[in-house]
């Protein structure tokens, strides 16, 4: 098995065709599909399956695939560590955002990169807090943003800050509401919530069975948007952070209350691999992100904490 292999199995998985992906190659395709060939004949087993569609994997050939990302990956990153060993920070970063992390916040670490590292490509990948810290665990993403450290293994889990959690509202509520409401009222209202293992749900629930209240639960929801969508439409209410409405505040689509008797909130860490060596890249994307975040936290934006 070699590094080429695994490069032109991967290239005709993306591009589902071995015409396509010899194109992409440069390569004959009768020679390319003579690679293939020795590849299953090494390894004993169908990778491909060939119909009229295209090329999909077999079984085997998407556990390959996933090991094949991993090799290429560690071999590119070693390569970038010793190009880039004297010069500038460079290469692909590939970041793990949830749908919940300010949109500003995002923006604010794209702008920082192309600014002071114009040779870092930023990739940014949305996900739950669970896929993500896999994600990073499985060499996907260098780092990510993530609420959930308790499902981490071999990660490092810096707290960044405390975000506090608010109840979210229709416009049409504004004059309804206090600016601060007490967590058993907001149990009594329609709730859009989502399933029991997104770590957000976990500690309203947690605040509701400490004493002893029943959510009045209407609906589980695991898409931001689509909860923020029903909320605008009057249809319930949600907890979100401030960070995940801020537009539709902003555009005066969504109001936001807080919430006491408790006070709800959480803590949003940076996750990376503490057995991978990181690039030079890498390491410099991590400080922008650590340097954005004290920026926010500096400013007062966004119902932002720093950790206690």
Not at 169 to 175: G, I, R
Not at 242 to 247: D, S
Not at 269 to 278: G, M, N, Q, V
């Amino acid at each position: 098995m070699t590094l080429r292999q695994l490069h032109y199995f991967l290239r005709i998985l993306e591009l589902k065709s071995f015409s396509k992906a010899a194109a992409n190659l440069h390569i004959a395709q009768p020679a390319l599909g003579l690679q293939i060939r020795k590849l299953e004949d090494e390894l004993g087993v169908p990778l491909l399956n060939r119909h009229s569609r295209g090329v999909t994997p077999t079984e085997a050939g998407l556990i390959l695939r996933e090991h094949a990302q991993t090799v290429l990956r560690q071999v590119e990153r070693a390569k970038l560590a010793l190009v880039d060993f004297a010069g500038p920070p460079r290469g692909k970063v590939a970041v793990g955002v949830t749908p919940t992390v300010n949109m500003m916040l995002a923006a604010s670490l794209v702008s920082r990169c192309r600014e002071e590292f114009p040779k870092v490509s930023l990739s940014l990948v949305e996900g739950m807090s669970e896929t993500l810290m896999e994600w990073v665990e499985n060499d996907r993403l260098d780092m990510a943003f993530s609420y959930n450290a308790d499902v981490a293994r071999g990660l490092v889990c810096e707290p960044l800050l405390a975000e506090d959690l608010l109840l979210i509202a229709s416009a049409k509520d504004d004059k309804r509401f206090k600016k601060t409401l007490p967590f058993a009222e907001i149990a009594k209202l329609p709730l859009v919530l989502p399933t029991t293992r997104h770590g957000l749900r976990q500690i309203v629930d947690e605040a509701a069975d400490k004493r002893g209240i029943e959510l009045n639960l209407v609906m589980e929801i695991d898409s931001v948007h689509a909860s923020k969508e029903l909320v605008e439409r009057g249809l319930g209410y949600t907890v979100l952070p401030m960070g995940a409405v801020f537009h539709e505040i902003e555009e005066g689509r969504l109001i936001a209350r807080a919430i006491s008797q408790p006070q709800l909130a959480r803590k949003m860490y940076l996750a990376y691999s503490a057995k991978r060596p990181s690039s030079k890249g890498a390491l410099a994307v991590r400080q922008i992100m650590r340097d954005v975040v004290a920026a926010g936290l500096a400013a007062g934006n966004w119902a932002w904490r720093a950790v206690a």
